[in-house]
Structure formats: structure tokens, C-alpha cells
């Protein structure tokens, strides 16, 4: 009797619907909710109270939150929809599965408590202290301060990994809904908000002493956090491959792809994680801060490009059970 190899029948099709675009919404996203998270653990587990510092980071990491959104509503066209399938989908079809659901109701509730948040520092603020009915806003939300903050490290997380649960739903697609996705995702928009931190410490020491200090170890907290997360995510690469090779057909099929790209493996690899990895510690065992703006860049630039690889190799395995 004569074996058939089932795998002769598969076919393999790049989706064509996700690109550029929405790879800029995936890495916005991601980075600004994180920033808005380490924003809170700064202020809420470390007490390490940055009134200037924490204002300008959480509106900063809401503005690109809602940027990067603007590219999956060009890329919807039907813009009410989106609006619609915020709240909506909830009230009127007691729908509460979608991810897209799930994740423009995150980005309303991370910005509006992360907004509040911010405002409880505008006296501390300089340039925004003279401003009449922001002050008196603040006043009016300064009880609340401890409470928005949570509010906004919860949602934070959500904004920060919600975006690799919404690529995991495509079962058709092996890089897409392999399990370390959201893992994944979530390791690198922390790596990319530790970026950004320290790439604002470097910049703006402080203008007192007490400023100066807090800046200096929160800038120590992120080179040593962001090099532990770089060598995680590198671990979580390996693992990701080495199930993409086994698991499926499919997934065998996108390991070769992905292993004759030099792009990914010089762009990416090499200069978004292996380089940054190696400055940091550089930077951390000889204090070399020099180094530290460079290797953030590299990290925030090997972020947008995880997510664009990840959406590049995003080929369908046919046929697919319905």
C-alpha cells in the first residue's frame, strides 16, 4: 500500500490585507501603552515621583497609541464601524469576543485615565502652572492621583499586549497564531518604552539635584530591565522558531522563508537586538552613557521591525478547516 504525503497537497499564499500600516499600528501601539505602564510602576512601586518625566511620557505614549489607530481606521475605511465596534458591539449584540473589540475599548480607557493622570501634575509642570483651568482641573483630580494610576498601569498592560492576541486568531496563518505571539509582542513594547526612557533621562538630567537622582536611577532601572528583556525576547525567538519548524507544514514553510531573508537577520536580529544587547551591558558595566542613545535607537528601530517581519511572513496554509 501506498503512503500519501498530505503535505504535497498544501499551498501556501502571502495574505495581502496587513503591511506597513498596520505594522506601524502594532508597534505604536505597543510602545505607548508600555510607556504609560513603566510611567506607573515608576510612580506606584518604586515611588520614584517624576511629576515632569511622567506627565510628558504617559501623553506622549497616549498620543501614539492613537496615532498608530489612525492606520487600522484608513486601513478599515469605514471609520464608523470602528467607533461602533467599541462600545456598541457590546450593548447592542453582546458580542465580547473580537480582539478589535477588545482592543479600541482598551485605547479609550488607557487614554482618558492615563490623561486624567497627567493632569494631576500640571502645577509641577513647568510652562503649564500659569494655565487657569488646568490648575484648577488638577486640584480637582489631585485626591485621585494614586487611584488614576492604577487605572492606568492596568490598561497599560492591555494597550502594550493585546495587539499580539489580536494577530494569534488567524489559525490559516502559522506566524501569526503561533503562542509566544502576544508573549512576544509584550516583551519587545516594554523593550521599546525602556527605550524611551532611557533615551529621556540621557536627554533631560533634571533641573534639581532631588530630579537629577531619580532620573539616574531610573535610567539604570531601564538599561538593566531592557537587557534582561533583550535576552528573554531572544529566547522567545528560538522557541518561536523551533515550534514554527515542527508544528505544521505551514510553519516549516515560513521557517525556510524566514531563514534566507538577510534582512531580518542583519537588520533585525543583528542590529535591532544583538547590538543594542551588547552596548547596554557595555554601557552598564563601565558606564559608558554615551552608548545609551544609540542602543535605545536600535531598540525602538528592532521593534517596529518585529512587528513588520512578523506581518511580512504572514502566509495562509491551504487549505484551512473552516
Known amino acids: 500500500m501506498v503512503g500519501i504525503d498530505f503535505h504535497q497537497l498544501l499551498t501556501f499564499e502571502p495574505q495581502q490585507s ?3 500600516g498596520i505594522a506601524i499600528y502594532l508597534f505604536l501601539g505597543g510602545l505607548g501603552g508600555a510607556m504609560g505602564f513603566l510611567a506607573a510602576v515608576n510612580h506606584l512601586i518604586f515611588k520614584n515621583r517624576d511629576p515632569v518625566m511622567h506627565f510628558w511620557g504617559v501623553l506622549l505614549g497616549i498620543l501614539l497609541v492613537n496615532f498608530g489607530a489612525i492606520f487600522l481606521l484608513l486601513h478599515m475605511l469605514q471609520p464608523f ?3 461602533l465596534a467599541t462600545f456598541g458591539a457590546i450593548v447592542f449584540n453582546g458580542n ?4 478589535i473589540l477588545w482592543g479600541a475599548d482598551i485605547i479609550i480607557l488607557f487614554s482618558t485615565f492615563g490623561i486624567l493622570w497627567a493632569l494631576t501634575y500640571v502645577k509641577e509642570v513647568p510652562g503649564l502652572k500659569k494655565i487657569g483651568f488646568l490648575v484648577a482641573l488638577s486640584e480637582k483630580l489631585k485626591g485621585f492621583e494614586n487611584a488614576l494610576a492604577w487605572l492606568t498601569f492596568i490598561f497599560g498592560i492591555g494597550a502594550f499586549t493585546y495587539t499580539g492576541f489580536l494577530l494569534s486568531v488567524a489559525p490559516s496563518i502559522p506566524a501569526w497564531s503561533h503562542p509566544l505571539v502576544p508573549i512576544l509582542f509584550a516583551v519587545s513594547a516594554l523593550s521599546t518604552a525602556t527605550a524611551y526612557y532611557m533615551l529621556y533621562t540621557f536627554l533631560f538630567k533634571g533641573r534639581s539635584e532631588e530630579e537629577r537622582q531619580k532620573r539616574d536611577w531610573w535610567s539604570l532601572f531601564n538599561e538593566k530591565l531592557d537587557i534582561t528583556l533583550i535576552v528573554a525576547e531572544l529566547i522567545i525567538l528560538g522557541s518561536y522558531f523551533n515550534y514554527l519548524y515542527y508544528a505544521t507544514a505551514g510553519g516549516k514553510y515560513v521557517f525556510e522563508k524566514v531563514m534566507g531573508d538577510i534582512g531580518f537577520w542583519v537588520l533585525f536580529m543583528f542590529l535591532g537586538l544583538i547590538v543594542p544587547l551588547v552596548l547596554e551591558i ?9 552608548l545609551i542613545p544609540v542602543a535605545a535607537i536600535l531598540v525602538i528601530f528592532g521593534g517596529f521591525l518585529l512587528r513588520y517581519y ?12 473552516s
Open 81 to 83: 464601524k470602528f467607533i
Open 282 to 290: 557595555v554601557a552598564v558595566r563601565k558606564h559608558v552613557k554615551i
Open 96 to 99: 465580547f469576543h473580537p480582539w
Open 18 to 20: 496587513w503591511h506597513l
Open 310 to 321: 512578523i506581518l511580512h511572513y504572514g502566509i495562509y496554509t491551504y487549505p484551512w478547516p
